[in-house]
């Protein structure tokens, strides 16, 4: 997998002359807010990201963010977001359980996976807000033909389902456990590793 960029993996992005009237939410074309790049980059970053937020009309120099931005229509977008390449806009397509935000994510290596879905009050689902979780079994038939298009043997897609039809978030090629404790996956490790079964037999 050599993009794993929104401008690639998103069938959701918005341009500044779009007809969609929902609700758009600002993120980076890159993963993890843009903060994914090497150590000595992501130092810099964070402190001129702490800078630029501090000075008006930054937009259009942002090269990461520390939090997607929600608007509630294309109109209300800075107009420096249009403007950097580095930012994209999308429709935002939330997952609601009541008053709950979800979050599904699918990890997968070859033919091994797990599927779970997370619960937030947040209208960006982190694992900093998570409140609650539960293991489900099912991945959409779209998100399968998806992950076959884009290249995928082994990583992470965060995705939703909205009005029956599959919303996908971001596509990882680094998968990380996050705040979730590590002996709650321990036991399944061991199994997921079997995955590499597949490549064995040519199946993968």
């Avoid at 619960?119 to 609650?132: C, E, F, L, M, R």
């Avoid at 090629?173 to 490790?189: F, K, S």
């Amino acid at each position: 997998v050599a993009d794993i960029s929104k401008r690639v993996v998103s069938r959701n992005i918005v341009s500044e002359h779009d007809e969609w009237a929902g609700p758009v939410i600002v993120k980076t074309d890159a993963n993890y807010g843009g903060l994914d790049a090497a150590a000595s980059l992501r130092w810099s970053c964070r402190y001129g990201e702490a800078i630029a937020s501090r000075l008006p009309s930054t937009w259009s120099r942002r090269s990461t963010l520390r939090e997607y931005r929600i608007f509630d229509s294309v109109s209300d977008v800075p107009e420096g977001v249009w403007l950097n390449p580095k930012l994209i806009v999308e429709k935002f397509l939330p997952e609601q359980r009541g008053a709950q935000y979800c979050l599904r994510t699918w990890l997968f290596f070859g033919d091994e996976e797990r599927i779970a879905i997370f619960y937030s009050n947040n209208p960006v689902v982190k694992s900093a807000n998570i409140i609650g979780r539960d293991v489900i079994s099912e991945v959409p038939d779209d998100l399968r033909e998806m992950r076959r298009q884009l290249g995928f043997d082994y990583g992470k897609f965060d995705f939703a389902v909205v009005n029956g039809k599959t919303v996908l978030f971001d596509a990882n090629t680094t998968p990380t456990i996050g705040a979730i404790p590590r002996e709650q996956y321990r036991p399944w490790l061991g199994k997921f590793a079997d995955g590499i079964s597949a490549f064995l037999r040519g199946t993968a």
